[in-house]
Antibody, heavy 122, light 108 residues
Framework: EVQLVQSGAEVKKPGESLKISCKGSGYSFTSYWIGWVRQMPGKGLEWMGI????????RYSPSFQGQVTISADKSISTAYLQWSSLKASDTAMYYC???????????????WGQGTMVTVSS | DIQMTQSPSSLSASVGDRVTITCRAS??????LAWYQQKPGKAPKLLLYAASRLESGVPSRFSGSGSGTDYTLTISSLQPEDFATYYCQQYYSTPPFTFGPGTKVDIK
């Protein structure tokens, strides 16, 4: 079964760093792009960025460029989303997701992780 | 970046109703459009891609159409399990592959 399993909920203080993960299984991890999507409480979906684990080619939304870092470790089939200094406004649910088409990001997301809730509060 | 709008932002409907949601892109997206359904506390679920292609396992009461900048999602006969929020997403040209703001469908 193809699936993406994300790390658990996090509660952090402003200024702290954080790295959340998304582990792929049931498919060739290096052949499919993985994207990250933010959903702030009660709000809509925001496309953050996408990475190709095969060569770590990464594309960011201008809204998130410089605010987060997307990476991947293909040896353990895991993608990451990280912050160096969290803000209260980073409080949100974060989803990883994968398109169905090998090697291309130009597609919808058909496989989604269960989401990781990040709460940033002093 | 390509901007996406959806209308209406919310609607109330009854079981059995025909429901139509519209999505508009700020430029032509050549049918590179997906529709998702999201229920509270759950990850989004892909319903349609390439504007009109039904994802495997999705009921045939869901359909999509459109071209250029304007696209629609139609639910031919609304079922109790269809009450949810629906998002469109474009994946044309260069990232970001933006989502629409969503349309909440609730019970009249």
């Amino acid at each position: 079964e193809v699936q993406l399993v994300q790390s658990g909920a996090e509660v952090k203080k402003p200024g702290e760093s954080l790295k959340i993960s998304c582990k792929g299984s049931g498919y060739s991890f290096t052949s499919y792009w993985i994207g990250w999507v933010r959903q702030m409480p009660g709000k809509g979906l925001e496309w953050m960025g996408i990475i190709y684990p095969g060569d770590s080619d990464t594309r960011y939304s201008p809204s998130f460029q410089g605010q987060v870092t997307i990476s991947a470790d293909k040896s353990i089939s895991t993608a990451y989303l990280q912050w160096s200094s969290l803000k209260a406004s980073d409080t949100a649910m974060y989803y990883c997701a994968r398109p169905p088409t090998v090697t291309t990001p130009w597609d919808a997301f058909d496989i989604w992780g269960q989401g990781t809730m990040v709460t940033v509060s002093s | 970046d390509i901007q996406m709008t959806q209308s209406p932002s919310s609607l109330s409907a009854s079981v059995g109703d025909r429901v139509t949601i519209t999505c508009r892109a700020s430029q032509g997206i050549s049918n590179s459009l997906a529709w998702y359904q999201q229920k509270p506390g759950k990850a989004p679920k892909l319903l349609l891609y390439a504007a009109s292609r039904l994802e495997s396992g999705v009921p045939s009461r869901f359909s999509g159409s459109g071209s250029g900048t304007d696209y629609t999602l139609t639910i031919s006969s609304l079922q109790p399990e269809d009450f949810a929020t629906y998002y469109c997403q474009q994946y044309y040209s260069t990232p970001p592959f933006t989502f629409g703001p969503g349309t909440k469908v609730d019970i009249k």
